[in-house]
T-cell receptor
Framework: AQSVTQLDSQVPVFEEAPVELRCNYSSSVSVYLFWYVQYPNQGLQLLLKYLSGSTLVKGINGFEAEFNKSQTSFHLRKPSVHISDTAEYFCAVSRFYGGATNKLIFGTGTLLAVQP | KAGVTQTPRYLIKTRGQQVTLSCSPISGHRSVSWYQQTPGQGLQFLFEYFSETQRNKGNFPGRFSGRQFSNSRSEMNVSTLELGDSALYLC???????????????FGPGTRLTVL
């Protein structure tokens, strides 16, 4: 079975400061990795995904994430945050089922609170 | 291109009643997945449909069911509502062909169900 751990439930940070949101996963099989963002009263929006290839993945809104297989981590980073980045961020994995399904397993989420 | 739409956006029901939620995917998308989001359990996978067939199902009781129509629109039904069914129900659509695990899923804004 697969599982995702987001170690921080809330991360407060000042505007224009860098931020890292941590994500670790557990799986006995190959997985694909995703980061989604959820703004208040909205659905989830994909920030970026890692499927294969370069371990550094760049996404929308200036976010990037690095896949580390040895540490089973997929941490999300942004060099300089804005007030508008305040939202809940979810790390997720999908298992390679040979194309049979796209079920996502989510972490518990990290609330990024950007302060002026 | 219009995004994923879910109706209704808000719903209040009482225990024992049943409810039907609707999801219209992005045009051309053939896969629809449903997730339940609660403060206690986070985001949990309910089921996934592709070409009118259920492709995968999460660990929910039989009171939760769904279906997909030939135009890819999907409905989910919850019978004999319980207080614990209060949640945000999210629908996601994707192309659904090729490597399903790598598909980008586009989420709707959700239906907020309150059970009294």
């Amino acid at each position: 079975a697969q599982s995702v751990t987001q170690l921080d439930s809330q991360v407060p940070v000042f505007e224009e400061a860098p931020v890292e949101l941590r994500c670790n996963y557990s799986s006995s099989v190959s997985v694909y990795l995703f980061w989604y963002v959820q703004y208040p009263n909205q659905g989830l929006q994909l920030l970026l995904k890692y499927l294969s290839g370069s371990t550094l993945v760049k996404g929308i809104n200036g976010f990037e994430a690095e896949f580390n297989k040895s540490q089973t981590s997929f941490h999300l980073r942004k060099p300089s945050v804005h007030i508008s980045d305040t939202a809940e961020y979810f790390c997720a994995v999908s298992r390679f089922y040979g194309g049979a399904t796209n079920k996502l397993i989510f972490g518990t989420g990290t609330l990024l609170a950007v302060q002026p | 291109k219009a995004g994923v739409t879910q109706t209704p956006r808000y719903l209040i029901k009482t225990r024992g009643q049943q409810v039907t939620l609707s999801c219209s995917p992005i045009s051309g998308h053939r896969s629809v997945s449903w997730y339940q989001q609660t403060p206690g359990q986070g985001l949990q996978f309910l089921f996934e449909y592709f070409s009118e067939t259920q492709r995968n199902k999460g660990n929910f009781p039989g009171r939760f069911s769904g279906r997909q129509f030939s135009n890819s629109r999907s409905e989910m039904n919850v019978s004999t509502l319980e207080l614990g069914d209060s949640a945000l129900y999210l629908c996601a659509s994707s192309l659904g062909v090729g490597g399903a695990s790598t598909d980008t899923q586009y989420f709707g804004p959700g239906t907020r169900l309150t059970v009294l």
